[in-house]
T-cell receptor, first 116, second 111 residues
């Protein structure tokens, strides 16, 4: 596995503002992902963070709302823009470390966001 | 039909008992299958990958039935520390990256 850290671990923000979440991995990884886990729900993939190119977004998520950076193989950021209370959620980054054809993923500790 | 479907529970099980969870998935292109464990207010942690032939890791046994698109997890001799939410997870297949998560089955082991 890998050691994955996220900053901040939690935040309370006012609507209309933006928050940037950082994800740092202790080794170089090709695949990094951002997920959201809304209260009482399971994880939903937001986007795949590609190094050196634009992120690949899932249906229902757009770059203007969730811009992502991936400047190198150990770091990525996710920004939640123009926040509303509906954005209150846990945001998790993950890295893909699959072996033997399996695409196992390991998760950071998450960022708990509350929007007032 | 949901992409990954699980019984949400909760399953209340006495310590030492055997408990089984099931999961069905709808995407026939999925090629990789996993069980993750998520404790309250924590991130999901990989419990085990699920192989076509079935696999065992200590007290945990996972089975895959591709024809029925069905995955199971068996926990023997359950411990209090097994109390958690168990997430059935499949990859999206077809060249798409990322994982699809079930909503989880909540397990409570009672002393």
């Amino acid at each position: 596995s890998a050691v994955i850290s996220q900053k901040p671990s939690r935040d309370i923000c006012q609507r209309g503002t933006s928050l940037t979440i950082q994800c740092q991995v202790d080794s170089q990884v090709t695949m990094m992902f951002w997920y959201r886990q809304q209260p009482g729900q399971s994880l939903t993939l937001i986007a795949t963070a590609n190094q050196g190119s634009e992120a690949t977004y899932e249906s229902g998520f757009v770059i203007d709302k969730f811009p992502i950076s991936r400047p190198n193989l150990t770091f990525s950021t996710l920004t939640v823009s123009n926040m509303s209370p509906e954005d209150s959620s846990i945001y998790l980054c993950s890295v893909g470390l699959g072996t033997g054809g399996l695409d196992e993923q390991f998760f950071g500790p998450g960022t708990r966001l509350t929007v007032l | 039909r949901k992409e990954v479907e699980q019984d949400p529970g909760p399953f209340n099980v006495p310590e030492g008992a055997t408990v089984a969870f099931n999961c069905t998935y709808s995407n026939s292109a999925s090629q990789s299958f996993f069980w993750y464990r998520q404790d309250c207010r924590k991130e999901p942690k990989l419990l085990m990958s699920v192989y076509s032939s079935g696999n065992e890791d200590g007290r945990f046994t996972a089975q895959l039935n591709r024809a029925s698109q069905y995955i199971s997890l068996l926990i023997r001799d359950s411990k209090l520390s097994d109390s958690a939410t168990y997430l059935c997870v499949v990859n999206r297949g077809g060249g798409a990256d990322g994982l699809t998560f079930g909503k989880g089955t909540h397990l409570i082991i009672q002393p």
